[in-house]
């Protein structure tokens, strides 16, 4: 989110600089699955999720766990969660969320004709392969609405997915092909726009984490890195799963629990797999990314920690087999293994927009499980906050002040 804000900003002729606490060689934008969803309309928060995330709670291996605790951040999280998983807010949030991906989706496809922005922008959209009965009918069911909503959504038999791709065993029901939706290589786009910033002077000052905020009744005065004090008009806070205990240093509230997910990449050089796929009971995605494969799923709701959860590594690597018995990755060793924390607000929706009591201070952060899909147009979006112009999609439904 920081990187494309400057990357718009430093566009329009704005100076910028970025305050990172790390030295950017890695974040959560770089490890993900790389995909573009706009098939994602359905946020984190709906029906099912209850059921079926207790149900997951009691399996070591399972690919949804909260961490049972006392921590008030959490319990006041999963009450606005428990609050938004129903069918009213899904249907609430689907043409926002579908209208933000499908920004994103044409913004990434301008960015990949720049020079230097080779980021392996791939549209052959995304495979949700399912096992059962079950399954099949929910994801026809979604391929229906999406289609509603302007997607290119279809189901297909177990011999047309065999079709696409000839060499990769099948032992799934069938697949929704959704054809909206892309990938690409998340470390090399994040290179790619380091690079862009640094040389059209864009200010990148690594390991200074922002530790003070100064403000006014209604503004924002200054940021510090420990004593050194930063100046600006405006503000944005960008900071992915640290954003509230930085919104915390000028007391407002930005809620976000940091979902763990792990990632690890296996060479695949027969290409047997050429298009990403989703599998739907076992919660695990695959893409496809210059030779290899990257698996990745689990989602850990607990504080953040550096711990890695093999027996969740072991069940993405066990499932993948069932899926395609031709495909046997091995468990990879714990120092190959990835993990970022995706900043997951209770509602499954970001926060895009200005704050109401800072008038420079915007957020641009909360987007779960859709962070890389979404990140071009949040950045075009924060651009056109801070000019006050009009956006180039409604964005009330992103408000940071709806908690
Ligand atoms: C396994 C996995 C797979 C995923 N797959 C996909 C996918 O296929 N498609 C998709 O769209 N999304 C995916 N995601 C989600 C996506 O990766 C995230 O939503 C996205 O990376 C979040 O970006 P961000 O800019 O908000 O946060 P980050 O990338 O985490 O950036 C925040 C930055 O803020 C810095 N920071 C924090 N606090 C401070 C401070 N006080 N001072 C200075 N700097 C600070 C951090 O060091 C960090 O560099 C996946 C995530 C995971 C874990």
């Not at 799934?172 to 380091?194: C, F, K, N, T």
């Not at 990148?204 to 003070?212: A, D, F, G, L, S």
Request: aromatic share 8%; charged share 20%.
């Amino acid at each position: 989110m920081g990187l494309s804000s400057a990357y718009y900003l430093v566009k329009a002729g704005y100076e910028v600089t970025i305050l990172e606490k790390g030295d950017l060689a890695d974040n959560c934008s770089y490890g993900n699955a790389g995909m573009i969803v706009p098939s994602h309309f359905v946020p984190l928060a709906a029906p099912g999720m209850i059921s079926q995330g207790i149900r997951w709670m009691f399996s070591s291996k399972s690919p949804f766990y909260v961490k049972p605790s006392l921590n008030p951040d959490l319990i006041s999280w999963g009450i606005k969660f428990l609050k938004n998983a129903n069918d009213k807010h899904v249907a609430y949030s689907a043409k926002p969320l579908t209208e933000l991906s499908l920004l994103s989706k044409s913004l990434y496809k301008d960015l990949a004709q720049e020079p230097g922005f080779n980021f392996e922008l791939t549209e052959k959209g995304i495979l949700m392969f399912y096992k059962t009965e079950k399954a099949g009918e929910e994801e026809s069911h979604l391929a229906e609405q999406g289609r509603q909503l302007g997607l290119d959504m279809e189901v297909l038999t177990v011999a047309q997915c065999k079709a696409l791709q000839p060499n990769l065993e099948l032992d799934v029901l069938g697949a929704v092909h959704y054809r909206s939706d892309a990938h690409l290589s998340p470390q090399v786009l994040m290179r790619a726009l380091l690079k862009y910033l640094a040389d059209n002077g864009v200010n990148i000052v690594r390991n200074h984490e922002v530790t003070k905020i100064e403000s006014s009744a209604s503004a924002i005065i200054a940021v510090y890195t420990g004593a050194q004090k930063w100046e600006a008009d405006d503000y944005i806070i960008a900071g992915g799963s640290w954003s509230p205990s930085i919104a915390k240093l000028v007391n407002i509230k930005a809620p976000l629990m940091p979902g763990k997910g792990y990632s690890f990449m296996v060479e695949e050089p027969g290409k047997r797999m050429h298009i990403p796929a989703l599998l739907a009971e076992a919660r695990v995605a695959i893409t496809p990314m210059n030779g290899s494969l990257r698996y990745g799923g689990t989602m850990e709701l607990d504080k953040i920690n550096s711990r890695v959860n093999m027996n969740r590594v072991k069940g993405i690597v066990e499932s993948i087999p069932q899926y395609f018995p031709n495909l046997h990755p091995e468990v990879p060793a714990e120092k190959d293994i990835w993990f970022g924390f995706r900043p997951s607000s209770p509602d499954g929706l970001p926060y895009i927009g200005r704050n109401d009591k800072y008038e420079n201070l915007i957020l641009a952060t909360g987007h779960g499980m859709m962070g890389l899909s979404l990140g071009m147009a949040t950045g075009l979006l924060v651009r056109e906050i801070i000019e006050e112009a009009k956006t180039t999609i409604d964005i009330s439904a992103f408000s940071p002040n709806r908690f």
